[in-house]
């Protein structure tokens, strides 16, 4: 709590509390993110909505960064005569137990058929140019925002820079007369700078985490379509969660 502290005194200032707990669902939600975020998703009606739409921000199409911290404006000053008062409605606000439990991961796991033949030739599938356009597209139109309005480049927001964005569109098939083994891989990672500015970068499915990682190859032939987020909160607690589509 001592580590979150500081982190719930910036952000209260933008968060406008006057204040009242029932007032929860009227802050900012990137504001919510953020707070509930460091504290690992505390089960409060304020947290589970927070968290909603962290998840409904990955989920396409397109896939958006789940945390905005430029929509939340941490410049504001704080001037609030009983500190210790405000502190404690914030905390009471957003970390007290709710009615509202968090809801669990979401996603499935993958598998593929364990029998069939290796064929001699693996050819790499080239993405269409105008679709990779078009991709890239979307992703400078999701990469807005410079960051948070104040420096969080200190340890208390390592958590921010945890979060990673895992898009992977990966298939494994047989193709032609001579059945060859056709790989088409389209992975995104999208990761936060120091100032929490968001960016996505081309990857490989081989390269995200083993709980997203495809399992096809050539002797398991497949498909998949999903996207995960992964982080650390304040605590140092990891979490993740999967969405396939």
Not at 14 to 19: E, F, H, M, P
Not at 78 to 106: H, K, M, V, W
């Amino acid at each position: 709590m001592k580590k979150l502290l500081p982190i719930a005194m910036i952000a209260a200032s933008s968060l406008g509390l006057q204040c009242q707990p029932t007032y929860a669902q009227s802050y900012p939600i990137d504001c919510a993110i953020l707070l509930c975020l460091a504290g690992g998703w505390p089960a409060s009606v304020p947290c589970a909505r927070a968290h909603a739409e962290f998840i409904r921000r990955i989920t396409p199409w397109p896939v958006e960064p789940p945390l905005q911290i430029w929509r939340c404006p941490m410049n504001a000053g704080f001037r609030i005569p009983d500190e210790s008062r405000q502190s404690y409605l914030l905390r009471d606000a957003l970390f007290t137990p709710g009615r509202i439990p968090r809801s669990g991961p979401f996603g499935m796991e993958v598998r593929g058929p364990s029998s069939l033949p290796v064929p001699a030739t693996v050819l790499l599938h080239k993405t269409d140019p105008a679709a990779d356009l078009r991709t890239r597209f979307l992703q400078l139109a999701q990469s807005v925002g410079s960051g948070a309005d104040i420096d969080i480049s200190g340890a208390a927001f390592d958590y921010v820079r945890s979060i990673e964005v895992w898009h992977v569109r990966y298939s494994v098939r047989l193709t032609g007369s001579s059945q060859n083994c056709t790989i088409s891989d389209q992975t995104d990672h999208g990761r936060y700078g120091i100032q929490g500015d968001f960016r996505w970068s081309k990857s490989a499915a081989r390269l995200s985490p083993v709980w997203i990682r495809p399992r096809y190859d050539c002797n398991h032939l497949g498909s998949m379509r999903a996207v995960g987020v992964s982080w650390i909160d304040s605590s140092g607690t990891p979490g993740h969660e999967l969405v396939t589509y």
